[in-house]
């Protein structure tokens, strides 16, 4: 049960284990401890929730920043991508094995085996801006990945305040109680 109360939140549960008698009876195994449920609506104590402490708990939980932050790991990701355009690339492919070739017009067969190793690199010297480009676009996403993240960050803090402080939103607000003029 969620109870507000003066400014912070309170958490209780109706039944809840109580705490154990310190001193084992006859009928618990030595140093064994038996639990009973409190009886219904005993007060428990509360947990002080702050304001800073749930903020800093929905940042870490919530599913739209989690969201939020993939999708700039990956333009971040994206962009690094993107520069590794101005470096060389090297290739290499190694192929071998067996070869076995049958003419059906000729008699002559073919079976040697055969390896074959090749090994290229290419730089791109100039591509008319191509390569600038891309990476400009690259880091044009990444930053509106990282202003949909503080936005998202701020809408979620806004709604978490909100909830904090029990206060209605103020579009429902405006539902309820419509201007006349």
């Known amino acids: 049960m969620l109870v507000l109360l003066s400014g912070t939140v309170v958490y209780c549960a109706d039944e809840t284990p109580a705490p154990a008698s310190a001193t084992p009876n006859a009928t618990t195994p030595q140093g064994a401890e038996k639990a009973e449920p409190q009886k219904?609506?005993?007060?428990?104590?509360?947990?002080?929730v702050t304001l800073r402490?749930?903020?800093a708990e929905l940042f870490r939980t919530h599913d739209r920043i989690?969201?939020?932050?993939?999708a700039l790991a990956s333009a971040t990701h994206m962009s690094d991508r993107a520069r590794g355009a101005w470096y060389p690339r090297l290739n290499a492919v190694v192929d071998g094995g067996h070869e076995d070739i049958r003419k059906p017009a000729d008699p002559a067969s073919t079976?040697?085996?055969?390896?074959?190793?090749?090994?290229?690199?290419?730089q791109t010297?100039?591509?008319?801006?191509?390569?600038?480009?891309?990476i400009k676009q690259?880091?044009?996403i990444r930053k509106e990945s990282l202003a949909k993240l503080d936005m998202i960050r701020q809408e979620v803090s806004l709604q978490g305040v909100s909830a904090y402080l029990g206060l209605p939103h103020p579009r429902n607000a405006a539902l309820r109680h419509p201007l006349r003029g």
């Open 53 to 55: 402490d749930s903020i």
């Open 111 to 122: 079976s040697k085996w055969r390896n074959v190793k090749t090994l290229s690199a290419a």
């Open 125 to 134: 010297i100039y591509d008319f801006g191509g390569t600038t480009g891309g």
């Open 138 to 140: 690259a880091d044009g």
């Open 66 to 70: 989690k969201a939020a932050e993939a």
């Open 40 to 48: 219904a609506g005993a007060v428990q104590p509360s947990v002080k």
